[in-house]
């Protein structure tokens, strides 16, 4: 069975730094493209960043720069370190399962709150 | 980037009934390996998406089969044969077609 949770997330101040991480089981995370996608407070959902299957990561150009995604094999892990937050970075923040060419999720986890404010 | 525009934003239905929700892109989903970068998903309250559709008309595991995709090119369409209680939430299109990937702004369906 496939599954998916982020943790990570919480209350951080304005130009702080946080990292999420997605644990994942049933499959393995360097055979998918794997993508972090957000929703801010009421509203839709935005992308953030991929990686993949081959190591290459794109970024959403809100997060350029600020933002990295990672993945560890051994830990079947997914990471995203987010660096100088931003008010307008408040969301959950969900991981997603992409395939081995296409990036659109068909797993999702539960998603982590980052919450930016002092 | 390929904007998507969903149409209606919301929608109220009585249970049995049909509904169908349009999603255009600003340029053609089809890639040139024939496929066509195009899904659907729900999101129920408080949980996150869920997939329904992929590559425009295909359903995901576990899917009912009231629930359909079509379209081609720029216009998609989400078809529910006959809506039920648990289909409320709010329903997004997708384009994967090239990054950054892309979602509609969601229409919202109630029950009646």
């Known amino acids: 069975e496939v599954q998916l949770v982020e943790s990570g997330g919480g209350l951080i101040q304005p130009g702080g730094s946080l990292r999420l991480s997605c644990a994942a089981s049933?499959?393995?995370?360097?055979?998918?493209?794997m993508s972090w996608v957000r929703q801010a407070p009421g509203k839709g959902l935005e992308w953030v960043s991929v990686?993949?299957?081959?190591?290459?990561?794109y970024y959403a150009d809100s997060v350029k720069g600020r933002f990295t995604i990672s993945r560890d094999s051994s830990k079947n892990t997914v990471y995203l370190q987010m660096n100088s937050l931003r008010a307008e970075d408040t969301a959950v923040y969900y991981c997603?399962?992409?395939?081995?060419?296409?990036?659109?999720?068909?797993?999702w986890g539960q998603g982590t709150l980052v919450t930016v404010s002092s | 980037d390929i904007v998507m525009t969903q149409t209606p934003l919301s929608l109220s239905v009585t249970p049995g009934q049909p509904a169908s929700i349009s999603c255009k892109s600003t340029?053609?989903?089809?890639?040139?390996?024939?496929?066509?970068?195009l899904y659907w998903y729900l999101q129920k309250p408080g949980q996150p998406p869920q997939l329904l559709i992929f590559?425009?008309?295909n359903r995901f595991s576990g899917v009912p089969d009231r629930f359909s995709g079509s379209g081609s090119g720029t216009d998609f369409t989400l078809k529910i044969s006959r809506v039920e209680a648990e289909d409320v939430g709010v329903y997004y299109c997708?384009?994967?077609?090239?990054?950054?990937?892309?979602f509609g702004q969601g229409t919202r369906l109630e029950i009646k």
């Open positions: 049933g499959f393995t995370v360097s055979s998918k493209y």
């Open positions: 997603g399962r992409g395939t081995s060419e296409a990036t659109a999720p068909d797993y």
């Open positions: 590559e425009v008309s």
């Open positions: 340029q053609s989903l089809l890639h040139s390996n024939g496929k066509t970068y």
């Open positions: 997708l384009q994967s077609l090239q990054l950054p990937i892309t």
């Open positions: 990686i993949y299957t081959a190591g290459t990561t």
